[in-house]
């Protein structure tokens, strides 16, 4: 059998391997939808709509206009494909540790597992912890620079001080209603 004949018997196969995977360019991001679908350009200005893009369990982002992706296509079949994986280089962060992992957006907010400890950076925009009873942290020392505002009551338990005046056993003179002291703690 000549190279040309074998050639000839395994271009199609060449061809569905070659269309397996193809790199290209998020067009538009539907996140409506229980999984998420793009709108993808590929190699060539080749344009495909309604891409599943598969992602993690318990990650989901909405990628930009331009953001990069890998797209397979089983079999070799280019009408139906998933999009893998999908990155923007134009908002990574750089310059990472070994073993380090951050979470981050194109806005400069992040959280960052340094090798230091958990870095979490609002990038100068609010944050807000929602619909929880509770919330504990458990033998940390806060730090605040800047201002505390407290919507209902300080419970203080143990010896509580600020700087070195115990506030258990402080005592204010004449400063209720009736001109009485305040007293320490019973």
């Known amino acids: 059998m000549s190279e040309r004949l074998i050639g000839k018997m395994l271009a199609p196969l060449a061809r ?22 793009l709108q993808i350009k590929l190699l060539a200005d080749e344009a495909k709509d309604d891409i599943e893009h598969v992602e993690p369990y318990g990650l989901t982002a909405c990628p930009h206009p331009g953001a ?4 397979l296509f089983f079999g070799g079949d280019r009408s139906h494909g998933v999009v893998i994986v999908v990155a923007d280089r134009r908002y990574r962060l750089q310059g990472l540790a070994a073993g380090e992992v951050a979470l981050y957006d194109d806005l400069g907010q992040k959280v960052h ?4 400890g958990i870095v979490i950076d609002g ?52 400063i209720t209603p009736g001109g009485s002291n305040t007293g320490a703690a019973q």
């Open 16 to 37: 569905r391997v070659g269309n397996m995977l193809s790199r290209g360019t998020v067009v538009l991001a539907n996140t409506a939808t229980k999984m998420q679908t």
């Open 68 to 71: 990069e992706h890998v797209t």
């Open 113 to 116: 597992l340094t090798r230091g």
């Open 123 to 174: 990038a100068g925009l609010p944050m807000t912890i929602q619909n929880t009873p509770h919330l504990t942290a458990d033998t940390a020392q806060f730090t605040l620079t800047g201002d505390l505002a407290v919507q209902g009551k300080i419970d203080a338990v143990g010896d509580v001080t600020a700087g070195t005046i115990s506030l258990i056993d402080h005592v204010h003179s004449g």
